[in-house]
């Protein structure tokens, strides 16, 4: 049996990659709805947030073997809403910021959103940045596990589109 750690690769999402990705994000769309998460349930993200990101340079997927395991956006710049967090991040320096993760259905369980995030940590350190920055939902429980796992620390809460999000950091070595 094939490990799946072995040949996955970060790398940025191509545009013709966005309806697949967009179909990851529906199925995780619906996963939250399911956990009876309020998140992702208002038209947000779409199928233009998904073409936003790939033309900003945001889009990233999480491969093997060609096949699209999980997508994230990912930004090496300031997050606005972060700069007014009701509680206090753990540095002021750069930080990397993390966007709409989504697992593929297909790969579910196999501890791949943890995979996905210790690639962005070492994709953060090769471009000389030593914080990851992002939020959740209250209520998305795999998440804030994840972020447990990872060492995230809870920082405080910042706003997005009227909501507050739980804002975490984690400083990297």
Known sequence: MSNITENLILRKADISEVPQIWSILQDAIEQRRLDGSTQWQDGYPNELTVKNDVKNGHAYVLIENESI???????????PA???????WLTNDDYT???RVAVSKLAKGKGIAT?????IEDLALANNIHSIK???NFDNVPMLKILDRLNYTYCGEVFFRGAARKAYEKKLA
């Open 134 to 136: 992002v939020d959740t």
């Open 69 to 79: 395991l999980s997508y994230a956006a990912i930004m090496f710049e300031k997050e």
């Open 97 to 99: 910021v993390v966007h």
């Open 115 to 119: 995979k996905l995030f210790k690639s």
């Open 82 to 88: 972060y700069e007014n967090i009701e509680g206090k």
